[in-house]
């Protein structure tokens, strides 16, 4: 079954990896791999666009089905292997419902903690950026990762959904590793989140998906002081 899904990736994105633990849970590591590079356009290629027109990654086919937006890739592999490996979504209609919230809403912390303001400190050299615009960007990155840290006061369990691994896990746990890559002090500034991120690190579906660059560098400093 694995040797008929190809999965089209990119080392450090928050999607590609998400699929990847997907993956892994429902025990299809055997599946054909494709590392792409950002850095040579390559999500770009005819090889790409003709299964993905927005040259997006992950890029993803299983025989002749094309699944190419990474939830649905998730949601895909729980459905068509619904009785193998672990059980992405709960059975009970209300815990069904938490998990799926929450992992359409870990597009937040992409967007609002790690995308607006990490973009704005690469696209902005040091000495042009606005004080108040930045301190704008620290608010609204704050605000997010507060209200992660509440859910899991709430949970009764320690994942982001209950207390079994689910896609709620897979969807919010590539974001908020990317946060600590490059250099915010999560453990620091949120203890539940942090402990959670120790829970979820060595996990084998995350460690098999872990971005490879990421093993042999140091973390970066550029979120360090937020």
């Known amino acids: 079954m694995a040797s008929e899904i190809t999965l089209y990736w990119g080392a450090g994105s928050g999607p590609c990896w998400r699929a990847m633990i997907c993956l892994e849970e429902k025990g299809l590591s055997g599946y054909n791999s494709k590392l792409i590079s950002f ?20 890029t993803f086919k299983h025989g002749n089905v094309i699944v190419n937006e990474s939830l649905a890739i998730c949601l895909y592999l729980e459905q068509t292997f619904k009785g193998q490996g672990t059980a992405l979504l709960p059975d009970k209609p209300a815990d069904l419902a938490l998990a799926l919230q929450r992992a359409v809403e ?9 995308g607006t303001l990490l973009m704005y400190y690469y696209s902005t050299k040091p ?33 982001m959904a209950g207390k079994a ?41 995350v460690q098999a998906a872990w971005p490879p660059h990421w093993k042999d560098t140091p973390n970066q400093e550029m979120l360090k002081d937020v």
């Open 165 to 205: 691994f689910s896609l709620a896990d897979a969807a919010v746990f590539p974001f908020l590793a990317s946060l600590v890559r490059f250099g915010f002090r999560l453990h620091d500034k949120y203890k539940r989140l942090g402990n959670y991120y120790d829970m979820l690190k060595d996990r084998p579906s």
């Open 127 to 159: 000495e042009d950026r606005d004080e108040t615009v930045v301190e704008e960007k620290k608010k609204g990155f704050h605000e997010e990762l507060k209200r992660w840290e509440e859910y899991l006061k709430d949970q009764d369990g320690s994942y």
């Open 106 to 114: 870990a597009q937040n912390i992409r967007e609002k903690a790690l």
């Open 39 to 58: 850095d040579k356009k390559e999500h770009k290629s005819e090889e790409v666009t003709k299964i993905n027109p927005r040259g997006q990654v992950p």
